[in-house]
């Protein structure tokens, strides 16, 4: 059977926040089984935050937890990293409110778990396999999940030019989310840079960590891949889907959809216990280049 995962040794990560614009150190660290991801606030004496979607706060521009009143913003690309990664256990120590952006992926979170190990744990790991249609809509913006084998998501977006119609389609096996989705940056428009800042919104974005748009193409470029935009969005949907705290067995269907609908269906799947059940998986297609091993002790290496 799969089993559950934590990182070898703890890493650390220095940036600022993407919207908060504030200088922030975090540190992953490996957790016991069965504990799931936890944020913890080490400027308010280790108050923690479990990464679960009743937690979750307010959804505008990133996803944000809250409880207690204590937030922790900008949770998406570092979920997305452990999910990718196959990280079922970890606490995420933040000295400030905000994730920090770094390149505004998740391929310097992934890459850091990779430069560390991945520790196998004794504990089976718990999917949850879709048992019926899950459809959430707004106008022509629509998120599904349907009953499958594995965990696949296929994206359609629909931006003002220079973006245009994106459409991708991926399998969550193997390398493929290291490959496809997880150097992929998040992306916004020049002009809406006055409005979103008078919102208190990308007060530490820049050249170094978004794709920044104008009306006749990329700003910063080159871009990492032709549809880098929709790749993103899909790095946002595996981090916003980890608030569920299991991995899921299903295909997920999005056009236009966005964080408040991501937040939105975990919301539906975590009110009704009869939309999926509990499932335990034999084996788990891998990487050639990746060495999965059995003993607790041992590590998974690049």
């Known amino acids: 059977m ?3 995962q934590t990182i070898r040794e703890p890493i650390s990560f220095s940036g600022i ?15 016991a089984a069965g504990s799931g ?3 913890r606030r080490a400027d308010l004496e280790g108050f923690d935050i479990q990464a679960v979607g009743r937690n979750v706060a307010k959804v505008s521009y990133a996803t944000s937890l809250m409880r207690r009143g204590v937030l922790i913003s900008t949770t998406e690309h570092v979920l997305s990293a452990l999910m990718g990664a196959g990280i079922d256990n970890a606490t995420i120590d933040l000295d400030q409110l905000e994730v920090p952006i770094l390149d505004g992926s998740a391929k310097p979170f992934l890459d850091a778990i990779h430069r560390v190990g991945i520790k196998r744990q004794r504990r089976r790991r718990t999917y949850w396999r879709i048992a019926k249609p899950v459809e959430v809509r707004e106008g022509e913006k629509f998120l599904g ?57 990308i007060r530490g974005a820049s050249e170094e960590n978004a794709i920044v748009l104008t009306d006749s193409g990329v700003k910063n470029g080159p871009l990492r ?77 690049r």
């Not at 993407?18 to 992953?28: D, E, K, N």
């Not at 949907?237 to 609908?261: E, F, K, Q, S, T």
């Open 2 to 4: 799969v089993q559950e």
């Open 17 to 31: 926040g993407l919207h908060s614009g504030v200088a922030v150190r975090m540190r992953i660290l490996p957790a």
């Open 37 to 39: 991801v936890t944020f």
């Open 145 to 201: 999940v349907y009953p499958a084998d594995r965990y696949s998501i296929s994206y359609t977006i629909d931006f003002p030019q220079p973006i245009g119609l994106q459409m991708f389609h991926l399998d969550l096996t193997g390398d493929a989310y290291e490959r496809q989705i997880a150097p992929a940056r998040t992306f916004g428009f020049l002009r809406d840079e006055h409005a979103l800042r008078n919102m208190g919104l």
């Open 225 to 301: 891949f032709e549809d880098e935009f929709v790749r993103h969005k899909i790095l946002d949907l595996i981090g916003d889907l980890a608030l569920l705290g299991h991995r899921i067995l299903g295909n997920v269907v999005a056009n236009r959809a966005g964080h408040a609908m991501h937040t939105a269906l975990v919301s539906r799947l975590l009110r009704d216990r009869t939309l999926w059940e509990e499932a335990n998986v034999a084996h788990e297609e891998v990487s050639g280049s990746i060495s999965m091993v059995e003993d607790e002790d041992a590590v998974v290496h």
